[in-house]
């Protein structure tokens, strides 16, 4: 994947998308490992609870690769996706989903800003995996702060980041530990846990780090609304 000299992020590179749809090439630019990588984020969302009736948002949903498997599982029109490509999500729609028909067009969202437009309020989980490595920490705090507003419903947020172990190591590339190598102020991206959690706290979450091993060394992050009580998820 080339990155124009400064970019903050390759997708975010003017005609980026455009190219990778004429080349056929809607599931490389999502981060390859297809199979692998969808059933693992099935696998972490029903783990935390979710259930066919539960309402999912996928922020950065790209090519639906959580969505071929996400949109099957869940209710008919249970399942809402948001990216900075409309026309990458549609084409993973047409191409990707075993019944287009099961996933009404309007549920894919274009959401460069996390604006979130159109997304209910009823939104029970949300999961944006691969999307933040790849941008500058203040998108993730917009993020964050919107989803909280726009999900009062929300269980769970999961989301992923590449971290640094201190203050030290943060300020210079840094080698993940499944090879990957992150930075400070180019992508893909790595910050300090502890300002990943204060971004969190800030926006209305309480947050924990997941110790499931993720591809390329990334973290799971697991954000619940702050004001959420107890129980399990999986009977709400």
């Known amino acids: 994947m080339t990155r124009p000299k400064g970019a903050i992020s390759p997708y975010?590179?003017?005609g980026f998308y455009d190219r990778a749809l004429e080349e056929g090439r809607h599931r490389d630019i999502v981060g390859g490992r297809w199979d692998e990588t969808g059933r693992l984020q099935m696998r972490l969302l029903t783990e935390a609870g979710l259930r066919p009736h539960h309402r999912l948002l996928d922020i950065g949903a790209g090519a639906l690769r959580l969505g071929c498997r996400a949109v099957p599982?869940?209710?008919?029109?249970?399942?809402?996706?948001?990216?900075a490509s409309h026309a990458l999500m549609e084409r993973g729609r047409q191409v990707e989903l075993a019944d287009p028909a099961r996933l009404p067009p309007d549920r894919l969202i274009g959401d460069a800003e996390f604006s979130?437009?159109?997304?209910?309020?009823?939104?029970?989980?949300?999961?944006?995996?691969?999307?933040?490595?790849?941008?500058?920490?203040?998108?993730?705090?917009?993020?964050?702060?919107?989803?909280?507003?726009?999900?009062?419903?929300?269980?769970?947020?999961?989301f992923t980041v590449f971290l640094a172990p201190d203050a030290e190591a943060a300020r210079g590339a840094l080698r993940q530990?499944?090879?990957?190598?992150?930075?400070?102020?180019?992508?893909?991206?790595?910050?300090?846990?502890?300002?990943?959690?204060?971004?969190?706290?800030?926006?209305?979450?309480?947050?924990?780090?997941?110790?499931?091993?993720?591809?390329?060394?990334?973290?799971?992050?697991?954000?619940?609304?702050?004001?959420?009580?107890?129980?399990?998820?999986?009977?709400?």
């Open 12 to 14: 975010l590179a003017p």
């Open 73 to 83: 599982y869940l209710e008919p029109g249970h399942y809402w996706a948001t990216d």
């Open 116 to 158: 979130l437009p159109g997304v209910p309020a009823d939104i029970d989980f949300a999961i944006a995996f691969a999307v933040f490595t790849h941008l500058p920490a203040e998108r993730l705090d917009t993020a964050l702060r919107s989803i909280r507003a726009r999900c009062p419903s929300l269980t769970a947020l999961l």
């Open 177 to 236: 530990p499944d090879g990957v190598v992150t930075h400070p102020a180019r992508p893909p991206y790595h910050r300090l846990a502890g300002d990943v959690a204060a971004s969190a706290q800030s926006a209305g979450f309480t947050l924990e780090f997941r110790a499931d091993r993720l591809p390329r060394g990334q973290v799971l992050a697991f954000a619940r609304p702050a004001n959420q009580g107890g129980g399990d998820a999986r009977d709400r």
